[in-house]
């Protein structure tokens, strides 16, 4: 079976409401233990090759990252308490209390429940990339809010952790929550949801700007805009949004530029590297929590209905007309990529000589209603933005659907809200 | 991600030839040198190293061989008529040197931290202008890292600068030891045709100075 036939049976049987999936477990044992199955899987999994980011992985993932050392430091989540603490003294170590994820390796038992647990953890906990410049966020709640950090329900600041690294000192770093994480209106963390005010690069900006920095230099920065991020080494200016994860088994590609081929161990291979990069190579993650870490945003689509043409019969018949071939009513994608040009977006994304591939990926729209901003870049804040044709002149491209008359519209909106919404409670 | 060139330092002139360095043969691949076990470490908090490298250095382009004393003058505040907040520099009494200058939210005060190494706990004070490339307006602010000076990292040593993690536009995050094990010298070495043009940086992660490339995770 090809990868992609994988992958869609694996959807099919989540879709199904598989709650346990050998499937899945038995692909991720082999994920972890054999190496010539990881590597031929990663080079299966790229689209394009010859791009950075794609060479990059098949130049070094096998020998020389599989010879990296995994790495688990002590690490403990950031709290309101910590807030303003670390402004004298940065690099204090305060670490002592929290621990390593745990259990990894040896003692984690291989079973659906187990994973997801570890991936829940890690999804909070393990450290993506250090990042110093950020803990300065914490100076004070106005700084905070700055940044668009959010505080939960738990006192955990921003997603942020202190980590205790090899020389023994500690530093700041970011986790998926950080960007992949927000609170609701009580307060309380959703993983996978998109934080559309985390700013990186204004946060940059304004600790540049008050240190001395040129404005005009660094201007730059704030070209990022909150939820965006300049993911890529390729000398552009080409912050991409961050995703909304839930509905991530349903896209056919990963990244906005459809760099990979998307499946469950694609995705555990292109979280693994990620994790490799963002350190500078220097330590691998235990493959247990890249492969548990996948596991766990697999699943965040889970659950919800496809398009209620039932209700919504108008916007269905819209919907079918102006949306389908490429967007399915049932979160499939019929056409999983286009042309850049033809999609007349903003091309700098797309175009990254690090992930770029010609197209830009079409996202499924699975629960799209919950997502904040929309389009790689996020320039667009709503459907109903989207679909408005005053928009065009400021924010050309994806013009399908534009021309409809008001009501049209109006019914059109209402009908791709239901895609993968829960419904009947 | 562009490198800019504002925050990166001017390389000298004559860069030195010498790329091999102490990249040495028997360092062995990244990440396989003498670290404990995954999540056992269990190393005191960051201290001045005392002992020298047992190995002959290359001089990096940039190092601190003394502790530099900060200039008690700062030149007056820029603030953007119209804005929000301070209107002058008088307003600034919060602190050393306070200066009214522009923001993104409206013009704010900003303090000297600090005028020598003595007042930054177990870090250095970075004075400004001397900073390579960034504005000569800026505060004093403390660095940490784990030396001050160069003898600090005991004879034939060096304690350079470093810039910080996701890109080189957080300017110097603090000053390090260089080692036997580093896998570069200045950020010359940091070119690669997949990951763009880097620079050469602390990696606390590894406790060694290697390649960082300008991007954020994600």
Redesign the interface.
Known sequence: MSARLAGLALVALVAAGCATDDGALAEGARYVSDADFREARLAASFVAPEN??S??RI?RYGE?WS????????VRAVTEADVGAFV??????STAEG??LRPVLGELEWTEEALLALGEQAFERYP??????IGEATASREALD?GGLWVDDRARVGGLVRV??????E?FA?TCAT?HARTDDRGRLVHGATNPRFD?G?I????????????D??A???TWGPGQ??????????A?A?TDLRGVSRHRYLHWAGTIENDLVALALRLET?LI????????P?REVAFALALYVWRMGEGGAPGDAASEPEGARQFERHCASCHGADGEVPTPRVRIADVGTDPAVGESR?RGTGFYRTPSLWRVVERRQLLHDGSIESLEALLDPARLGDAPGHDWGTQLDPAERAALIRFTRTIGAARGE | ???????VIVAMAGAIGCQSHTRSEDAG????VD?GP??L?D????GLVDAGPFCVLPVPERHRPTADVCDMTRPPGSPSPGLEGCTSDAECTDGANGRCS????GNEC?YDECFSDGEC???LCLC?GA?GG??????N??V???CRVDSDCGSGGFCAPSL????D???I??YYCRTCEDECLNDSDCVD??????YCAY?????RW?????????
Do not use: K
């Open positions: 950075g980011y060479g990059l130049e020389q010879a990296l050392e995994p790495w688990n430091p002590p004298d003294d940065p690099w204090r170590p621990g390593a993506v990339q250090l990042a110093d410049t700055r205790r690294v090899a020389d023994g000192s530093h970011v960007c990186w204004a940059a900006y304004d600790r540049a700007l008050a240190r001395g920095g040129d404005p230099a660094l730059y920065l704030l991020v300049d993911v890529t080494p390729d000398d552009a200016d080409n991409a961050i990620l990069t963002s350190v500078q190579q220097a330590r691998r235990p690090t | 991600m562009r490198v800019r060139s504002a925050w691949p990244p990440g396989l670290a995954p999540g470490v190393a005191g908090p960051p522009a923001s993104r939210f900003s706990g177990g870090g400004r900073r960034v504005g000569s307006y800026g505060n602010l403390c940490g890292g784990n910080g993690d996701c890109g536009y957080g300017g995050v603090g045709p997949m990951q763009g043009n880097g990696n606390p992660v590894s406790a290697a390649c960082s490339y300008s991007f954020c995770a994600g």
